[in-house]
């Protein structure tokens, strides 16, 4: 083994100071932001709706949801967040004409939970006991390879596609489901968005 010391420029050190600066603060839920905007959910708006919509995204209240302490506090942090991510995507005045309503209830939902998803369980930004129990209250984004698999286990979805998510009652109907199945299974509903990876490999 060699044991002559390595000699580090000062410079290296620095910038893992830098970088451990901005790890703690934007470059997580920046990258988190950029990557919940894939190629596949976005091509899905009018061109120049992803600079739209990551400035949402980045601008949604973390401290609150952290501190979240009931199922019901994180509705309402999620119904409040929500309008942030719908208003950045009606900044193009096509997504609306091609979405409708389904553009909040169907899209901007899937966004925001997938955003929310991927930062509790695929980031280092919360620490272990916070997102242990963030992970417990996260809904599922709803979207035709959701509702495709809860029509083959018996469940009406009540739509056909994502853009016929168009109401409230629509989106809370199929959150509530996912979440009593997901008691009486003694697990969280959460884990219902692993359908969407099984799609993924049966796709490959």
């Known amino acids: 083994m060699n044991t002559n ?3 580090l420029p000062p410079e290296l050190v620095v910038e893992f100071r830098r970088l451990e600066t901005r790890h703690n603060s ?12 894939g190629p596949s959910l976005i091509r899905a708006f009018k061109k120049g709706t992803k600079r739209d919509v990551i400035p949402a995204l980045l601008k949604i209240d973390l401290n609150r949801f952290a501190k979240c302490k009931s199922r019901e506090e994180f509705r309402l942090f999620f119904e409040d967040e929500l309008k942030k991510v ?3 995507l009606a900044l193009k005045p096509e997504n609306i004409e091609k979405h409708g309503n389904g553009l909040k209830w169907g899209h901007a939902t899937k966004i925001l939970c997938i955003y929310l998803r991927d930062l509790v369980l695929y980031s280092r930004y919360f620490d272990e006991e916070t997102a ?3 992970e417990s209250l996260l809904y599922n984004l709803i979207d035709r390879v959701v509702m495709d698999r809860l029509r083959d286990l018996g469940v009406d979805p009540g739509a056909s596609g994502i853009k016929d998510i168009d109401t409230a009652d629509k989106f809370w109907r199929l959150q509530r489901i996912l979440d009593e199945a997901a008691k009486l299974a003694n ?3 959460i884990h219902f ?9 049966e796709d490959s």
């Open 193 to 201: 968005d692993d359908v969407q990876a099984e799609d993924l490999v």
């Open 187 to 189: 697990t969280i509903q």
């Open 26 to 37: 934007n470059l997580v839920v920046e990258r988190t932001a950029f990557v919940a905007l």
């Open 86 to 88: 719908y208003h950045a």
């Open 5 to 7: 010391k390595i000699v």
């Open 132 to 134: 242990k129990w963030l």
